[in-house]
Structure formats: C-alpha cells, structure tokens
C-alpha cells in the first residue's frame, strides 16, 4: 500500500502545479469563459428554485432508496435486463468480469464512467485478461498517458494539443499534426474498429429511473450510444445515489446538468435505455443488458443527518469549475479520483481518510462551490467535518490545540495581543506594517507584509468616545471581531461616525471576542463550538434592532454557523437563531436600512475600484450595497475584472498554503492595478490585511480600505 503524503510532500505537489504554466492558462480561461457561459444558459430561468426543486426531488430519493431500488431491480427485470447489487468497489468489478467470462465477451470498449473510476474498473478486468478501451476522447487520452482524470467532465482538460499530439504519433507510430479537427480524426479512425470488435459494452448512467427499470445518458460525444448499442453486451454501472423515482425528477435535473457543467443548454446526446432490444451482432440476435448498482458507502452517506446531502450531487464538475484553488493546481492536486470540493468530501468516504487529510485542508472556503452547486449541497462546512473528524480520529496538532486553548479564554487571548503592541516595537515600521518576518514565518510568506497591533485597540477607544445620540432611529450592537478591535480599529471608529451622523445608538459588548471563525478553518469544531457560546452570551439580543459587523466573514459565521454549532443546546439554539436574524453585514445596514443619500457626502475627485469578500457576495448573497455606497460616498466607482473572486486570504489557508495564497492575490493585484484606480474599498478587515500588505510588498501607491471608512471621511 502507498504511503500517505504529509502535508509537506503535499505541498511541493501543488508547487509542481504553479510552475505548469500552460495548466495555469488553459484553467483561468475556462474559469472566467465557463462563468458567463453559464450566465448565459441559465438566463430568464429561476435558477434558486431549480436547485430547491432538485435538493428536494434528491432528498426525498435519497430517504426512500431501498423502495427505489427495489422498484427499479423489478421493472429492469421484467424489460428482460439482469440487475445486480454490488455493497462496494470490489464486487462490483467482480461481478463486471464475471459476466464479461460468462458471455465470453474479450474485447471491451467503455464510456467515461466517474463511477468506473472510483472502483478501478480497468485495472481489474485489464488483469482478468480483457482488453479494455476507452472511447470517450478526454478518457482515452488519459488511458493512453496512463493517468486518472483531472475534471469529471473533461478529463483531459489540463493537456495541450500538443501533448495530444505527441501522444497520438507515439500511438500510431506516425507523426501526428496539432490541429484539433485533425487529432480527432485520428481518434476517431482509432477507435471506429474497436467498436466493431467489441463484444461487450460499458456505460454509467446519470439516471436510474424507478418508474421504468431505465436509465439516461447525458454525452457530448456519441460514443455512449455506440458503447451501448453495438457490442453484444451492454453492462451499466452506476451508484445508488442515481436512483430517481419518476422521468420527471431526471428531466428536471437533466434542465440544469449541461448548463452548470458547461454552459450549454443541452448536451449533444441525451439517451434513454428501456429495456433490452435487438442485437444483429449476437448470434440469437438477443441483445443482453446487465445493470450493476454500486453501493460503496453510499447507503451509509444516504442515513448520516449531516452527510446525506451529498446524495443531492449530480456529478456536473461545476464546483471545480469555480474554485480558486482547483484553478491554479488543477484535478490531480484537487481530488483524489473525484475531483474539486465534492472530491474533497467524497474521498473521504470512498477511499479512506489517507488520502483525503491533505485535501481537506486545501479549502480556502470562498464558498463559491456552495454557491453554484445543483444540489444546493452546504460543500465548505461538509469540508471542514470530515477535517475535524480526521483530527479527531488522529489527533489535534500543537498549533491547533494552542490557538484553541487561547481563544477559549477572552482575557487571554486580549492580553497576549496587546502584549504583542510592546513586543512588535523593535520590529514595527511608522505605517503600520511589521519590518521583519517573525520566525514562525518562512520565506514564502514574503509575498505580503504584515501589520502592527494597533497602539489603542477599540474597545479602548470605545470607553472614551461611545457617541450619545438624542433620539434614536435604531438600536444596534457593534460586533468587531479580533482584527477590527485590535489590529483595524479605526474601521470601526469610522462606523461608529457614519452610524451617530444618521441617528442610530450603539452598544459594544465587552465580553465580545473572535468569532471563531479561524478555528473552524483549521477543523476545531469543538473550540469553534465553546467561542459560539462565550459571544452568544455577551449579547443582550432584547436590546438590539440590529446586530453589525464589519467583516464580511464573522457576519457570514455568525449568521449560519452559530446556530448549527449549538443545535444540541436547545436554549443556546433559540437564542443563535434570534441572534443570527439580527445580524447585517455595514454595507447593507447603511444602504439599505439607513438608505443614506449622496447629498450627505462630499464629492471627491476619486477614482475608486472595489474587492467583494467571499463571504459576502456569496455566504451573504450582497452585491449592489458596497458598489453603490462608494458611490454614494463621494467616489468614482470603476469596475475591476473577476471583482468577487477570492483575494486568497482565506485567514489560517493563507499561513498553511502560502505559495496558493500569494498567487491569488497577485492574480487580483492584476486585475485591481489595471483599473487605474486610486484606491480600493472592500468590506472585511481580512481581505484587507492581505490586499494592504500584498500592494506594500509591490511598492503600489494604491490605497486599501474600508467602505466605512471613506464615507466617514466624506461626511458632510
């Protein structure tokens, strides 16, 4: 058995992904094409309900799979097909090999299957003696080169044509040209006799039909439908989470497949198979079906209260299409054999903890997967679960357990940081950035300065300069997190002027501390769970209309996290519940509860561009607030490329991935400087950090900060 990689063995993985330049391009311009390809498809379209509407259809299957299958295995076998059950990988290529020896069948030739991936079909039957031959065109080249695929979609996607070039003349023993049309061509006159030779036929399915003993094939390529049509012997193998009750449930999820894969409204091949027909290539004419269902942990997923979301997915590759991390490193450093975040949780439960307690760790939780999945399955926080689980199964690391024990205690945490006010001074630079890297750092977090603790935090200033307004409009409670009470405070200094300026009275609790996102992060559910507890109870909730924020990533937490952190505490639960409904993000507090005008504001010659947190324009779902307020704020607003994609601040991913981190943020330094704004406005202190100290490090003039702060500035 191979050895598990550390995360140290894993990490110059990724560094071989960085230096492969033409993976970084063809991955950015498929990223930034597929997402208005997608736009596109799912324009005039209700897209949030189709998703509800599946999660719902997928749940409900889900619940009922032992009926479904029951149903589905009848109906099969009275259309004269032979169903089989197969409780994992294993059986389930045995049973394949043992039907290949009983019809006699030599020759194989299959179309791309994830499923067949995950139980290593080829490998076995290569070995019981069977030729095996991929037909799809990604799938076959990937055979051919001896590798797994790195997109469940297109599997050949991090290759060049000249690669395939190379490949092809290898193949042919001729040289090969690397014109596309002509490559396929060649691939095509490959594989035309395998398909006549073959005796038997392998597919997957996208849908196993309960109603109708069917299954349907969603393909671009018509190899499916000669795989399954020409060969004697046609076996499908499919998972139980395929399993749907009626052709409604399919043609329903069939509406958003091929537009959350590829941006395409329907694929070329849509294929049903009812039943077994005719054959002229079997002697009897008889043609025989054979339906394999793979169970492999699926059962189990289906009754996990927490997991059985997973059972929603719908195999389309649109997470990894999204995610900023896959886009620089790709399927083969993002996954297992299932690839991008649902690739991340299913190896988990397919392949065993080894092989997935590095990838988990390599989330960045931008919840951009979460937001464009079908399923409307909750990816980031099923992430994080199985890394708490690993730890918990192998033990918790020193640094972990460290910041744990130090977030517990809010005395002690707030006395280390302002300790550190006195420790940084030799080290401390006049405009707040640290001059030296301290020793836990290396080298490769070079690629950003760091900030100083500030000389007064908040809640110090707060005691001094808590404003007393007359007659107030609203009552609010101030949540400031650690950053922006101990490291930013003047961001909230400035919210507290815009929020006196327009009647609203305040409260900073003082008991307040981290929100205990960063713990999360690094999959201390417990600890995460024990910080929940210490804020919910520094929160008198009677007392407030509102509770704000102004970091994008503690409204996000505090919002949907803290009640599903305390769900076995039933008082603790009402009283998150009651909390979380109160929480608002400043951006949306200002523009659209104080709807605050531009008559209030000075007009400044300005030009100003803006960065939308993850957790904001994703876990928030808040886009025109910030944009309209730099406006309303006295500024010109100018648009930046690929304005919400992650900074990759992602706070403890940026210390365990720096070479990751540091090239999201140079990609979004690009894209900010091309603007030729003067100043760039975003709403979380963390994307700060990192913007503020990657633009240091270059030496921009480029002046970072916070919304609340340049409508404080320009207050008339």
Not at 235 to 263: C, E, F
Not at 461 to 489: I, M, T
Not at 526 to 550: C, H, M, P, W
Not at 595 to 612: G, L, Q, S
Request: charged letters at 25%.
């Amino acid at each position: 058995m191979q050895k598990a990689k550390n995360l140290k063995e894993y990490r110059e993985e990724l560094r071989e992904s960085l230096d492969n330049d033409f993976l970084r391009t063809t991955l950015d311009n498929f990223a930034i094409a597929y997402k208005a390809g997608r736009a596109n498809a799912f324009k005039d379209m209700d897209v949030k309900e189709l998703i509800n509407e599946i999660a719902c259809s997928k749940d409900e299957a889900g619940a009922n799979a032992d009926a479904l299958y029951k149903e589905f295995k009848e109906n099969a076998e009275a259309a004269g097909i032979h169903v089989h059950y197969a409780k994992d990988g294993d059986e389930a290529n045995r049973i394949i090999a043992q039907i290949a020896k009983d019809t006699n069948c030599k020759k194989i030739v299959k179309s791309k299957s994830m499923t067949a991936e995950e139980t290593l079909l080829n490998h076995d039957l290569e070995a019981a003696g069977l030729e095996v031959t991929e037909t799809d065109l990604g799938e076959w080249i990937i055979q051919l080169r001896h590798e797994g695929p790195s997109h469940m979609v297109m599997p050949a996607i991090h290759l060049s044509r000249y690669q395939v070039g190379e490949l092809f003349s290898d193949v042919t023993g001729k040289k090969q040209d690397s014109d596309i049309d002509k490559l396929v061509k060649v691939a095509r006159r490959e594989l035309r006799q395998k398909y006549v030779d073959a005796d038997m036929g392998i597919t997957g399915a996208n849908f196993a039909v309960a109603e109708t003993g069917g299954i349907g094939l969603v393909t671009n390529e018509g190899n499916a439908r000669l795989c399954s049509t020409l060969p004697r012997v046609h076996v499908a193998l499919m998972g139980l989470d395929k399993l749907l009750p009626k052709l409604h449930d399919a043609l329903r999820i069939l509406k958003a497949l091929p537009r959350n894969a590829t941006g395409q409204q329907i694929t070329s091949y849509v294929t049903w198979i009812t039943g077994a027909n005719e054959c002229a290539s079997a002697e009897d004419g008889k043609k025989e079906i054979h339906y394999v269902m793979l169970d492999n942990g699926r059962s189990e997923l289906i009754k996990d209260p927490l997991f059985s979301q997973v059972n929603r997915c719908i195999r389309c590759g649109a997470c990894a299409n999204v995610c900023p991390v896959y886009r620089l490193v790709g399927g083969h450093k993002m996954g297992h054999i299932y690839i991008g975040a649902i690739g991340l949780i299913l190896t988990y439960f397919f392949h065993g903890k080894d092989k997935a307690k590095n990838l988990v760790q390599n989330c960045i939780n931008c919840e951009a997967c979460k937001d464009v999945c079908a399923g409307g399955i909750d990816l980031p926080r099923l992430i994080k679960e199985i890394h708490a689980r690993i730890l918990e199964e192998d033990g918790h690391p020193l640094p972990n357990m460290l910041l744990g024990k130090v977030l517990k205690n809010r005395k002690l945490f707030h006395g280390l940081l302002r300790a550190a006010k006195w420790g940084q001074k030799p080290v401390a630079e006049k405009d707040g950035f640290i001059r030296h890297l301290p020793l836990i750092f290396s080298k490769e977090h070079s690629f950003r300065a760091l900030p100083t603790i500030a000389e007064t935090p908040f809640r110090d200033w707060w005691k001094d300069n808590k404003p007393h307004v007359e007659k107030p409009k609203h009552r609010v409670a101030l949540f400031s997190g650690c950053v922006q009470d101990f490291v930013y405070p003047e961001q909230m200094a400035a919210a507290v002027k815009v929020f006196a300026a327009n009647d609203v009275a305040m409260e900073y609790p003082m008991e307040q501390s981290c929100c205990g996102l960063p713990v999360q992060m690094m999959g201390e559910m417990k600890t995460s769970k024990e910080v929940a507890i210490q804020n919910l109870r520094a929160f008198e909730l009677g007392a407030y209309d509102y509770i704000i924020t102004l970091c994008a990533s503690c409204a996000g937490h505090l919002k949907h996290n803290y009640p599903k952190l305390v769900m076995d505490k039933p008082a603790l639960k009402l009283k998150a519940d009651e909390f979380a409904s109160k929480v608002i993000d400043y951006s949306s507090f200002v523009h659209d509860v104080l709807k605050v005008e531009e008559k209030d504001y000075k007009k400044v010659d300005t030009k100003a561009t803006y960065h939308a947190p993850c957790h904001l324009c994703r876990g928030l779902d808040v886009h025109e607030a910030p944009r309209k307020l730099i406006e309303t704020g006295g500024m010109e607003y100018v648009e930046c490329s690929e304005e919400e994609v992650c900074c990759g601040f992602g706070g403890t991913f940026s210390m365990k991935f720096p070479e990751l981190s540091a090239e999201l943020l140079s990609n979004k330094l690009n894209n900010v400087e091309e603007t030729g704004a003067e100043v760039l406005l975003t709403d979380c202190p963390g994307c700060i950090m990192q913007l503020r100290g990657g633009l240091k490090t270059r030496g921009s003039k480029v002046k970072v900060q916070h919304i609340a702060e340049i409508m404080a500035e320009n207050t008339k």
